[in-house]
């Protein structure tokens, strides 16, 4: 089951910053996120355009 999209929806990935090696991925509604914040001080979210988002998806499937 895939989540609704709409024009309010944020898509992001999660990078770990020792490593620098993306940790998770994933969109939401803008009011679910917390507004750009970093609570975890080991990992930064980086936001993308919905065109990156799927860009990047798409080549992580053709690898997998």
Do not use: W
């Amino acid at each position: 089951m895939t989540k609704d999209q709409d024009t309010d929806t944020r898509y992001f990935l999660d990078i770990e910053i020792e490593t620098l090696k993306v940790t998770s991925y994933g969109y939401d509604h803008k009011n679910n996120l917390d507004k750009g914040r970093q609570p975890d001080s080991k990992s930064h979210r980086l936001f993308l355009t919905k065109g990156q988002y799927n860009k990047f998806i798409e080549r992580c499937e053709l690898k997998a």
